[in-house]
C-alpha cells in the first residue's frame, strides 16, 4: 500500500543528510585545507586557509612565478616599481620575505625600489604634493632598501641629458623633492582636451616609459611591477577597446620585453582579494592616494567600467578571471603583419604599416572617413584603401602604432608639443615638404 508515513520516512532522512553535509561543509571550511587548524582566510569560495598556511601559499606563489619564467638570474639588479599603494606594497614585502629565508639554491636578486609622483595627473593631489610623498617615501624607506625618486612630467627631460630621478636618501624633509614647473606645464599642455579613457592610457604608456628609462640608466636588469591577474584581466578587455588588439600578449605575460629594460609581473597569479588579505594579516601599512579614477562614475571611462566588471567577476566567479588573463598569451598577432619600426610611446612594434584590406583597422579607418565626410563616389577600379586614409592619420602611423596615435589624431597641437614627439613632429614636417616640392628636385640619376 501507498503509505504517506514512507514519504515522510524518506524526506526526514533525506533532510537529516542534507542537514549533516551542510554541518561537514560548514566544518570543514572552518578548518585549514592543509593542516586542519582553524581557518581564517576563504579563498575561491572553498579553499580555507590558516594564517601559517595562507602566507606559505602566497610565498610559494611568488617564488614559483618568478622561479618558472627563468629570466631572473643570481645577482640581477631589480627596481621594484612602488607607489605605496596595495599591490606594490605587497610586492615589496614579498620581496623582503623571500630574499630573507632564500636558501642559497633558491632565486636571489638584488631590489631597489623607485617611487613616480603623479600629482601632475590629479589636481586634488598637487595641494599636499610633498607632505603626502614625504610620507609615503619615508615608509618605503623603512624596508631597508635604497629608495630612488621621479615625477611623472619628468618624462620631458629624459632625452636631455639631464637629471630626471634622484635618490631620496638625502632627502630630510618634504621640500626636498625636486619640482620642474616647465616640464610640468609642457605635459600638461600635451594632455590638454583628451578624452578620461585615453588620458589614462597616455600616463599609463609614459609612467613604464619613464621607470625603463630610468631602470635603463642606473644599470637595472629588471623591473617589477605589481599587476595582479585582475589588472592583467583589465589590461587584456582595455587592450581590446582601445585599439591595443596586438600588444595583448606583451601586455598580460610574465615578461615585457618591449622596453630598453624588461617588465615583470610577479604578482600575476594574485587575485585582489589574495593581496588585500595578505595585507591585512601581515598589519602591512600603504597608502592609497586618490587618481583620475577616484570618485569618477562607472561608466565615466573604459578603464573604470572594466575595473567595475572585474571586480565583480572576482566577487562570484573568481576562476574566471584566471581564463581571461591566460587567454591574453596566446593572442599572438601572425609574424610578418607587424611592421619593424617601433611605435615612439609603446615600444611595440606598428601594427598600422600594413594595408589589409579586411583587416579591422582599415575598417575602423573607413567607417571614420565615412563619418567625417560626404560618401565618396568609388569607380570600381579604385583602390578603397587609399580612399579610406586620411592624410594626418597616415603621418602620425609613421612613429605611433594605432593606439597610441588615438589621443593625437585631433589634437595635433599636443603631439607637436610632446617632448617626446617634438623630434618626430620635425621629420614629419620635413617628409611633407619634401612632398610638396618633389617635383622641382634633381634627383640623382637625373643629374648623372
Ligand atoms: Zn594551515
Ligand atoms: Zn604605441
Known amino acids: 500500500m501507498c503509505s504517506v508515513e514512507e514519504d515522510i520516512e524518506d524526506i526526514s532522512k533525506y533532510s537529516s543528510n542534507l542537514r549533516s553535509k551542510t554541518l561537514k561543509e560548514y566544518r570543514n571550511l572552518h578548518k585549514c585545507k592543509k593542516c586542519d587548524l582553524k581557518s581564517l582566510v576563504l579563498l575561491q569560495k572553498k579553499d580555507p586557509f590558516c594564517k601559517t598556511c ?14 618558472k619564467s627563468k629570466k631572473i638570474k643570481h645577482g640581477d639588479k631589480v627596481l621594484l616599481a612602488c607607489s605605496g599603494g596595495r599591490k606594490s606594497v605587497a610586492l615589496l614585502h614579498m620581496t623582503k620575505e623571500t630574499l630573507a629565508f632564500a636558501t642559497a639554491k633558491q632565486i636571489s636578486f638584488i631590489p631597489e625600489i623607485l617611487f613616480i609622483d603623479e600629482s601632475i595627473s590629479s589636481p586634488c593631489l598637487e595641494e599636499n604634493r610633498n607632505h603626502n610623498f614625504y610620507s609615503i617615501v619615508k615608509e618605503l624607506k623603512s624596508y631597508g632598501y635604497p629608495v630612488l625618486y621621479s615625477s611623472l612630467e619628468m618624462v620631458c627631460k629624459m632625452n636631455d641629458n639631464q637629471e630626471f630621478f ?4 638625502n632627502f630630510d624633509s618634504a621640500e626636498d623633492f625636486p619640482v620642474c614647473c616647465d616640464s610640468q606645464n609642457c605635459l600638461k599642455e600635451s594632455m590638454a582636451g583628451m578624452s578620461l579613457s585615453v588620458k589614462l592610457d597616455y600616463i599609463k604608456h609614459l609612467r613604464l616609459l619613464l621607470m625603463t628609462e630610468i631602470a635603463s640608466q642606473a644599470g637595472f636588469n629588471h623591473v617589477f ?9 583589465e589590461n587584456l578587455l582595455n587592450d581590446m577597446n ?3 588588439g596586438s600588444q595583448i600578449s606583451a601586455d598580460t605575460n610574465f615578461y615585457d620585453t618591449r622596453y ?12 585582489n582579494k589574495e593581496i588585500g588579505f595578505y595585507l591585512h594579516l601581515n598589519n602591512c601599512s600603504y597608502t592609497v592616494l586618490p587618481d583620475l579614477l577616484t570618485k569618477t562614475d562607472a561608466k565615466s571611462s573604459i578603464q573604470r567600467l572594466t575595473e567595475n566588471f572585474i571586480t565583480n567577476l572576482q566577487k562570484d566567479f573568481p576562476a574566471t578571471v584566471f ?17 619593424t619600426e617601433t611605435c615612439l610611446l609603446c615600444r611595440s612594434k606598428l601594427d598600422n604599416i600594413e594595408l589589409d584590406a579586411c583587416s579591422a583597422l582599415e575598417a575602423l579607418k573607413l567607417s571614420e572617413h565615412l563619418s567625417k565626410n560626404s560618401i565618396p563616389v568609388i569607380e570600381e577600379s579604385e583602390n578603397i584603401l587609399l580612399k579610406s586614409s586620411d592624410g594626418e592619420n597616415l603621418d602620425l602611423s609613421r612613429f605611433l602604432c594605432h593606439g597610441c596615435s588615438i589621443p593625437f589624431r585631433n589634437n595635433k597641437k599636443g603631439f607637436q ?4 614627439l617634438k623630434t618626430a613632429y620635425v621629420r614629419m614636417k620635413r617628409i611633407e615638404m619634401k612632398e610638396e616640392i ?3 628636385l634633381i634627383n640623382d640619376n637625373e643629374a648623372s
Request: include cysteine.
Open 166 to 169: 634622484w635618490n631620496c636618501e
Open 438 to 440: 618633389k617635383d622641382f
Open 417 to 420: 608639443l610632446h617632448p617626446l
Open 54 to 67: 595562507f602566507f606559505e601559499y602566497c610565498s610559494h606563489k611568488f617564488r614559483s612565478t618568478i622561479g
Open 323 to 339: 581564463t581571461i588573463f591566460r587567454t591574453g598569451g596566446k593572442l599572438l598577432k601572425q609574424d610578418g603583419v607587424l611592421g
Open 242 to 244: 582601445l585599439g591595443r
Open 260 to 271: 630598453k629594460v624588461t617588465v615583470c609581473r610577479p604578482l600575476r597569479e594574485f587575485l
Open 225 to 233: 611591477v605589481g599587476d595582479t591577474s585582475c589588472s592583467l584581466a
